[in-house]
């Protein structure tokens, strides 16, 4: 009977987002399949008529602008955990990003000092490096426990510059030499290995597939105790813990598996790339993927997906297109500065708002407007 | 939203000078009506045993004793400042004693985690509505629900039996909870769009779903109406019929006097009187207390 109460609510609100809630469940369902379908498709987008040319990237192969795409928005999803579910502003994600990296290419690149006791492929890797991240995440986790919003956010931003300058300066990680030949993912298909050096479009496909399993994921997490617990953190932790939510258990899941997704989109960057140095992991990178976030709306997947996919398509298609004697490329900050400032005006909840802070948004318009 | 409703030095002049079924307005007739606790007994539930809390300079609780026993309504009371709400935050692992014990069924409570101490059955509300609010109402009690539950985050992501069969029950048990303070109309909406009338009744719900031995309210009927009040009297009864001890702070003097088995009352972090609502009702020190004048010159 509550369900009723909770659909009715749902259905009263506008938008796309209201249109799709009133929908019966199997209409969402197809609705959910055709877009999964036409994802895979996308690397074929250039052949649509009139308007495929317009959206394919120029100034890069577009699978492989797809595939820069695919880590993006996995990146956006891990760090939506973290900031949209738990309400912990992290600006050093990057970092863990980087362990992902890191790990694959220490446990398989010949120039790994490891080579001879691993020289994994690139699949037994993978297990090791997400383990690997997931400590990384609870290590930034527990001294940051009592720490929120701007003090987290310092100490956060501090932990990915720690990355990046012992990537730097180790010569175990090897600066800018970086690792070499981490090899691919596995498979072959009529004799020749799937994931090779020049097509994208398998990376691409295996980046969706990972997408869609980390969104089941997150969605089971969210819609269970654990989702409510993150919740009540981020609007009163105090509270949350006098209502019996272990609070420190479950910032430390966040922070452990937001992890875990920037980890797995370390890894296939790596397998992806075949080469990785500490140039790869600048700052830029996680404040990118946080504004990737706020842009989609903060909170809900679909808006960070939408967010992550954005942060990587709009620098990607300036590529190529120039201005006088400049690629346009070259100006892809402020553009892009100036892309966000106008969405952030226009819709300050973000392009696809999460319910809940679409109606405080609403609220506050309420409070504010004469009585 | 509104202040809380203090009351004025005459409305409690007139609470305290003539018998309470005749100053309320409020239907009243059963306020004074002797209100026994069935399930009352003479086990202690909760002590407080010389418990002093400084903030700095400020002593909030200054050497104060009583205990709770169970099944019964206890009202704790006294003027701004007195303590109450620091007492409240004192049992619930909010602050930290500087000197003496909290016992909660023979157990100290002090030095216990927040959660532990609601896990281990005592609930509260807080004075300044403290709910969760982009969550809906339902989430919000659910949140209390899982106190009690295992569900690890394993299971939750492969949805393993165990997370069907929480989730089951304790959604249910949350719109039982719903209908029983009576806002389950207002389950799938965000809380922070209910009216304050009903946010109260949504933490009490939300409380309740820790599943406590001990529930502590903290001026729940502030900023209500008569007619609201006299409902939240109800609920309150209800609650103890339950099973549940209530300690409840209030400002409304007729409230207090009409639903409380004993009361104790505060002023300036001290202790100054502790009996039945009748004994407490015609305490000098109290009465002098409540209209401001300094104990000493009552
Ligand atoms: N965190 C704190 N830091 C410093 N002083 C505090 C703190 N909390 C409470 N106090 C002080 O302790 C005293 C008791 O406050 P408390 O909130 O317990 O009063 P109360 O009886 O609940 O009053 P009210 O009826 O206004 O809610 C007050 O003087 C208050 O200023
Ligand atoms: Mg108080």
Redesign the pocket.
Same mark, same amino acid.
């Given at each position: 009977m509550t369900t009723t109460t909770e659909k009715a609510t749902w259905r009263s609100s506008g938008g796309v987002r209201g249109w799709f809630g009133r929908q019966p469940g199997w209409v969402r369902g197809i609705i959910v399949l055709v877009s999964a379908i036409l994802a895979f498709l996308l690397p074929y987008a250039a052949e649509v008529p009139l308007i495929g040319p317009q959206i394919v990237t120029e100034g890069i192969d577009w699978p492989s602008a797809l595939f820069n795409m695919s880590y993006y928005v996995l990146l956006a999803l891990g760090l939506n955990v973290v900031v949209g579910y738990a309400g912990l502003l992290d600006l050093g994600y990057v970092g863990f990003f980087a362990v992902g990296a890191y790990g694959t290419a220490l446990l398989t690149s010949p120039d790994s000092v490891l080579y001879a006791d691993t020289g994994w492929k690139w699949l037994m890797a993978v297990p090791v490096a997400l383990a690997l991240t997931m400590v990384a995440g609870l290590i930034l986790g527990w001294p940051t426990l009592r720490l929120r919003g701007d003090y987290l956010a310092i100490v956060t931003l501090g932990f990915a510059e720690i990355i990046r300058i012992f990537a730097t300066s180790t010569t175990t990680l090897r600066g800018d030499r970086g690792f070499a030949s981490i090899p691919h993912p596995p498979g072959m298909w009529n004799g020749k290995p799937i994931f090779g050096v020049t097509d994208a479009v398998p990376y691409f496909w295996l980046g969706l597939v990972v997408i869609i399993l980390v969104i089941l994921g997150v969605r089971n997490l969210d819609r269970s105790r654990v989702g409510r617990s993150w919740l009540a953190i981020r609007e009163d932790e105090e509270a949350a813990e006098i209502m019996g939510v272990r609070t420190i258990k479950y910032k430390l899941w966040a922070f452990a598996i937001g992890a875990f997704i920037g980890g797995l989109g370390g890894v296939l960057f790596a397998g992806e790339q075949g080469f990785i140095n500490s140039q790869t992991f600048v700052l830029q990178f996680s404040i990118l993927v946080l504004a990737g976030v706020v842009m989609g709306g903060s909170g809900n997947m679909a808006g960070a997906i939408l967010g992550g996919a954005l942060i990587s398509y709009i620098p990607d298609r300036l590529r190529g297109i120039s201005l006088g004697d400049t690629d346009l490329y070259e100006y892809r900050f402020a553009l892009f500065g100036l892309v966000i400032i106008i969405i952030m005006v226009l819709r300050p909840q973000g392009l696809i708002p999460s319910r809940r802070r679409a109606m405080e948004l609403k609220d506050r318009e309420k409070e504010v407007a004469p009585q | 939203m509104s202040e809380p409703h =203090?009351e004025t030095p005459e409305e409690l002049d007139r609470a305290n000078e003539r018998p309470v079924d005749e100053a309320a307005p409020t239907g009243g007739a059963k306020l004074d009506e002797p209100n026994p606790s069935p399930v009352r007994g003479e086990e202690v539930l909760l002590e407080v045993d010389h418990v002093t809390?400084r903030?700095?300079g400020?002593?909030?609780?200054n050497d104060v004793s009583f205990s709770l026993r169970k099944g019964e309504i206890f009202g704790l009371i006294?003027?701004?400042?007195?303590? =109450?709400?620091?007492?409240?935050?004192a049992m619930t692992g909010v602050?930290r004693p500087t000197s003496g014990a909290i016992r909660f069924q023979g157990e100290s409570v002090v030095g216990k985690k927040k959660h532990e101490i609601t896990r281990g059955g005592i609930a509260r509300t807080f004075?300044n509505v403290r709910l969760f609010p982009e969550m809906t109402a339902l989430e919000n009690v659910m949140v209390g629900a899982d106190a009690h539950h295992k569900t690890s985050v394993i299971s939750a992501l492969f949805r393993l039996p165990r997370f069907w069969s929480e989730e089951k029950s304790g959604r249910a048990r949350s719109i039982e909870l719903l209908k029983f303070v009576g806002i389950v109309h207002r389950a799938g909406d965000v809380s922070r769009n209910l009216s304050y009338g009903e946010q109260r009744r949504l933490e009490i719900a939300r409380a309740l779903a820790t599943n406590p031995t001990l529930l502590c309210l903290?001026?729940p009927a502030a900023g209500f109406n008569p007619a609201e009040k006299e409902e939240l009297l109800q609920l309150i009864r209800k609650i103890r019929d339950t099973g549940v001890t209530v300690l409840l702070?209030e400002?409304d003097m007729r409230l207090v006097m009409g639903v409380t088995d004993r009361i104790v009352v505060?002023e300036?972090?001290k202790k100054i009187a502790e009996g039945t609502p009748a004994e407490v009702r015609d305490n000098p020190a109290v009465i002098a207390a409540y209209l401001g004048v300094p104990t000493d010159a009552a």
């Open positions: - | =203090k809390l903030f700095g400020v002593v909030a609780l006294g003027p701004n400042g007195a303590g =109450k709400t620091t007492c409240f935050n602050y004075q903290d001026e702070i400002h505060l300036f972090g």
